[in-house]
């Protein structure tokens, strides 16, 4: 198996599936010709041609809308957005649009759209360039919500949510472009709603998505030298949620921590949370932790940036809690 | 925020205590650590160590009061704290009693002024003891009343490894293995199925701490099987078994010697309103007893189809909790395998139990035809009943009123 970066395995996916399917484009800011804000469209203009890799004016609301449009009249698109943050004014087009159409025409139209570019904290964005923004999202019926946390989810769930006729947000993260991973040679794809146990543990569940993904991992290998055998699930897919893989290591372990780097209120995390609580009420031993970032605009200052969101030091100290550790 | 301090079952066995002395006086800085006041127990003196700290705001129960585990004795918090609305909700009837609500595991209303209400089990559960809801699950699963258990979670709540330890001491007094019983070549060990354990665990718990004493009578039947005859000729489509007639021939015997229908509940006896019958059903690995409700007030027709649908259900292994808990009175019938009389155990919360041995064909001597020995049908009924509940001449005369009506049904009515 090849080791790949997380922004390659990105680019494999929308070149196999642009030359499987010449009905796919891609539109968005600096796709085409800056090949991306972050290269994720490396080479795609050269190879596919200014027809279906589209640069656009700084117009969220209009490229989307001008998306969404294409998705109805037969293509199928991928919108990147630079940035989440700037996802903010396309939103009227995502929630009313994309995520109705289909309902509204009783079936008429098929979306087959997906929404991607970084979402969440990278650094020393500050406030309005630093925003999680996963909870707006997957609230929001008629919409699926990816977010995968590796190299090899990151290639297979874009496959997917390109094949798929709805529209689907992914999330990708400006700090995970560079993770690598290993990335099998042949075609595969990630199905959309299926969660990944990376780590099998007797313990403590942790559930996460995501970036915060290499915290947990790395707080779960922290917890293994205290002998607290953890679990690590990684939902890989928010909307639909794969609520069974989480339900069942719950009654297995007993005790379940949730990380989230969005703002605590109507959060994945929390609604995760109510989740565990009504279906494994009779299962928990301590009551359902989550960590979420702090629930405050980003700070721009560094050590503040840092202490708003989840860590590894916060992440161990739910563990202990909730597994009634001494030292906890 | 003031903190209500609650007796402790300082014993595996503590239901209640008594505090001998208090160490502080209301007013007085107490920390966690400290030894808060000497408690009788059960067994013997011990000390109360308190895990909260704060001033001793209230001395709730004064010395020498004896109170049941779970009873708030004192209230612990900050200096000049308003702990009004504590109070109010300490006088509040449910503060007392833990609000009972109908669940499947309590189908019975049992109205108690006391602070540990009787559980299905026979167990007490304090009032407002903290627990997570896995320990309350594996402590009801084994029968652990959490009254014995200590917690060790935060505010003292029960978790797991609480109930597990619990639970490890007292399978090693149940089950330690003699050296007698190491298995030999061509021996077979068949672990416990859950409901071995269940029944293990209840029936050791009912024959070590219940009294039980036994009453013997014979009963004629002729006139019984004759009814019953009759009826089933009539109604070959909802024959009535021999047990809904006992069934409902004992509630009308309970109903003249209500002391029968009664529960232990250590500081009461509870005597129920309903007359709940349960009857004994053997399935393959062992036995459970589903329940006829309100036995009083139906009909032999109406008892034997219930328990014709109950017994069909139990064979299956489908009856739910509220169709097999909470008897008042229970019957056990091994007649059918040729038994001709036997003594059963009681089935808490019950009070006594009927065993019923077979129908036999005797000589009997015949006083009205002058001693004349006739051929009757008879069977042995033998009672057992819980002494701290039932004395010996309440169980006598609710034995001659099942006789009387089992020798003539037709006294039912009278």
């Known amino acids: 198996m090849a080791l790949l970066t997380f922004r390659d395995a990105l680019n494999q996916a929308l070149d196999e599936e642009m030359e499987r399917d010449p009905a796919i484009i891609i539109i968005g800011e600096e796709v085409a010709q800056y090949n991306g804000a972050y290269k994720v469209t490396k080479g795609l203009l050269d190879k596919y041609g200014p027809s279906r890799v589209i640069d656009t004016p700084i117009t969220e609301e209009g490229f989307t809308g001008v998306g969404i449009g294409a998705a109805m009249a037969g293509m199928r698109v991928i919108v990147e957005w630079m940035t989440f943050n700037f996802s903010i004014q396309a939103l009227d087009q995502v929630l009313n649009n994309a995520a109705k159409m289909r309902y509204m025409s009783g079936g008429q139209f098929t979306l087959p759209i997906v929404f991607r570019g970084p979402n969440g904290p990278a650094e020393y964005l500050s406030s309005q360039h630093s925003q999680a923004l996963q909870s707006m999202f997957a609230h929001i019926p008629g919409l699926k919500v990816v977010a995968p946390s590796t190299p090899h989810d990151a290639k297979g769930l874009l496959k997917s949510a390109i094949r798929d006729d709805n529209p689907v947000v992914f999330l990708e993260a400006e700090l995970m472009y560079n993770w690598t991973g290993e990335v099998p040679e042949q075609q595969y794809v990630v199905p959309i709603g299926t969660a990944a146990i990376r780590q099998e543990g007797t313990d403590v569940t942790i559930v996460s998505f995501s970036k915060p993904m290499k915290l947990a ?112 | 925020m003031a903190e209500i301090i609650r007796m402790l079952a300082l014993s595996p066995t503590m239901e209640k205590g008594t505090i001998q002395k208090w160490r502080f006086t209301q007013g ?48 612990v918090g900050k200096n000049d704290e308003d702990i009004t609305p504590l109070l109010n909700q300490l006088h509040s009837p449910a503060a007392v009693v ?40 594996i402590a009801r699963q084994h029968h652990l009343s959490l009254a014995s258990i200590q917690g060790t979670g935060p505010g003292g709540r029960i978790i797991l490894r609480d109930v597990e330890a619990a639970y490890k001491s007292q399978s090693t007094r149940l089950k330690a293995p003699s050296p007698a019983l190491t298995p030999m070549t061509g021996d077979t060990v068949v672990p416990l199925s859950m409901m071995r354990e269940t029944i293990a665990a209840r029936l050791t718990a009912a024959v070590t701490s219940i009294p039980h004493f036994y009453l013997k009578g014979t009963v004629v039947v002729d006139g019984l099987i004759a009814t019953r005859t009759a009826y089933n000729n009539e109604h070959p489509e909802a024959r009535l078994s021999l047990n809904a007639f006992l069934l409902k021939i004992a509630a009308e015997a309970i109903k003249k010697n209500p002391k029968i229908n009664t529960s232990w509940n250590t ?70 395998f040729g038994t001709e009389e036997f003594t059963a155990i009681i089935n808490p919360p019950a009070s006594a139990i009927l065993a019923v041995g077979s129908v036999q064909r005797v000589p009997l001597l015949d006083k009205e035809e002058n001693d004349t020995l006739t051929v009757h049908s008879i069977m042995k009924l033998t009672l057992t009943s819980d002494h701290r509940t039932i004395d010996g001449a309440d169980a006598a005369r609710f034995m001659r009123d099942l006789k009387r009506m089992v020798e003539n049904p037709l006294f039912i009515l009278m």
């Open chain 1, 217 to 328: 991992m790395e707080a779960a290998a922290e917890l293994a030298k205290e002998d607290i055998s953890a679990e690590v699930i990684d939902l890989r897919s928010l909307r639909p949620l794969d609520e069974t893989t989480v339900f069942e290591s719950v009654r297995k372990t007993n005790r379940c921590v949730i990380i989230d780097e969005a703002w605590p209120v109507a959060s994945i995390g929390t609604h995760i949370g109510c989740r565990v609580s009504q279906e494994c009420f009779d299962f928990l031993d301590a009551p359902v932790e989550v960590i979420n970032s702090q629930d405050v605009p980003m700070p721009y200052n560094h050590g503040l940036e840092l202490a708003a969101q989840p860590s590894v030091a916060a992440i161990i100290a739910a563990v202990r809690r909730c597994s009634y550790a001494t030292n906890g």
């Open chain 2, 28 to 75: 007085d800085a107490v920390k966690s650590g400290d030894i808060l006041c000497d408690v009788e127990t059960d067994k013997t003196t011990m000390e109360y160590e308190t895990i909260a700290s704060g001033a001793l705001l209230r001395i709730l129960i004064q010395a020498g009061t004896p109170v049941t585990v779970g009873t708030p004795i004192a209230i």
């Open chain 2, 98 to 137: 833990e609000p009972q609500q109908p669940t499947a595991a309590a189908p019975r209303a049992i109205s108690t002024p006391a602070a540990a209400v009787l559980s299905p089990s026979g167990h007490e559960e304090p009032a407002h003891q903290k627990s997570s809801p896995l320990a309350r699950r």
């Open chain 2, 267 to 336: 500081d009461s006896i509870i005597h129920h309103g309903s007359i709940d019958i349960g009857l004994a059903v053997a399935l393959d690995d062992g036995l459970i007893t589903p329940v006829i409700r309100d036995c009083g007030r139906k009909s032999i027709s109406q008892i034997s189809d219930e328990l014709t649908s109950l017994i069909a259900k139990a064979r299956t292994m489908e009856l739910k909790p509220e169709e097999y808990n909470g008897a008042t009175f229970t019957i056990s019938n091994l007649g059918s």
